[in-house]
């Protein structure tokens, strides 16, 4: 059995199956830390929270806000935030307005839609590692140069006291 995995995931759309089917999906791919919202504004309400990846649907309900505007103020709130948008909607320009607001990618909801998320959600867990790794890198970098700074203080140190 595959290791759960705690990546905090927001689902936003106001389509009640394909939304079901998706967090269905991510629940077969071992995904344990996912939260539904329905539009836009709760979704809003809780980025105290964090997550590290949102599946955002671009329209809603009349009244509510667009994708676009809530990527505007994921962006503010939450600039850690991977969004993803999921739309219906195929529209080249609406595509590029999400990817020059900061969007991870940008898919139009079809047959292929659930293997290009579970595809999208691999790729960034495989960046997420490499950055921890990078991170550790860094840091034993860091700590072999200040043991060899103080190696050589302590050898300097120790040749002046023989020599004198």
Known sequence: MAKPD??????????????????????????????????????IAELNQRPEIILLDQFFADGQKTGLEVMK?????????????????DSQKLAQDAMALGSYDY?????????????????IGFEKQIQQ???????????????????????AGILYLVLN
């Not at 106001?14 to 071992?30: C, Q, V």
């Not at 890198?137 to 050898?155: C, D, E, K, P």
């Open 73 to 89: 103020i994921i962006r503010e709130k939450s600039p850690a935030s991977k969004v993803i948008f999921l739309t219906a909607y």
């Open 6 to 43: 705690y990546t905090s995931i927001f689902v936003v759309d106001d389509d009640h199956f394909f939304s079901r089917t998706l967090i269905h999906t991510l629940e077969g791919r071992n995904f344990k830390n996912i939260s539904f919202f329905q539009t836009g504004e709760e979704c």
């Open 107 to 123: 898919l139009v909801k079809n047959e292929a839609t659930m293997e290009k998320v579970k595809n999208l959600l691999r790729r």
């Open 133 to 155: 790794e990078n991170l550790m890198l860094r840091r034993s970098r860091r700590i072999i140069l200040l043991s060899v700074i103080f190696l050589l203080l302590a050898i």
